[in-house]
Nanobody, 111 residues
Framework: LQLVESGGGLVQFGGSLRLDCTTT????????IKWYRQAPGKEREWVAI????????WYADSVQGRFTISRDNAKNIVSLQMKSLKIDDTAVYYC?????WGQGTQVTVSS
């Protein structure tokens, strides 16, 4: 299983961005998926998780109400919709399941 993130970029404060996580050569259907992020000089922190069915989600306090994690198992994609972005949301975002990590995608929020 290999995870691939996409959708990062530069966005202005208060803006929105959607990140996608998909796989190469396998499916995500049996796996709960997490998003993490790592800002420069900081430890990697958990952001959100979605169960394999997509029926349950949980969020870090720092993103609760602004980020939405979702999945489309038919399309083999887990998305992280980010709204009302803040400068502190600037980080490399990773999707994860078990011991498998993607390469990350950079999100930069400008003032």
């Amino acid at each position: 299983l290999q995870l691939v993130e996409s959708g990062g970029g530069l966005v202005q404060f208060g803006g929105s961005l959607r990140l996608d996580c998909t796989t190469t050569g396998d499916t995500l259907r049996e796996d709960p998926i997490k998003w993490y992020r790592q800002a420069p000089g900081k430890e990697r922190e958990w952001v959100a998780i979605i169960t394999s069915s997509g029926q349950s989600t949980w969020y870090a306090d720092s993103v609760q109400g602004r980020f939405t994690i979702s999945r489309d198992n038919a399309k083999n994609i887990v998305s992280l919709q980010m709204k009302s972005l803040k400068i502190d949301d600037t980080a490399v975002y990773y999707c994860n399941t078990g011991d498998t990590w993607g390469q990350g995608t950079q999100v930069t929020v400008s003032s």
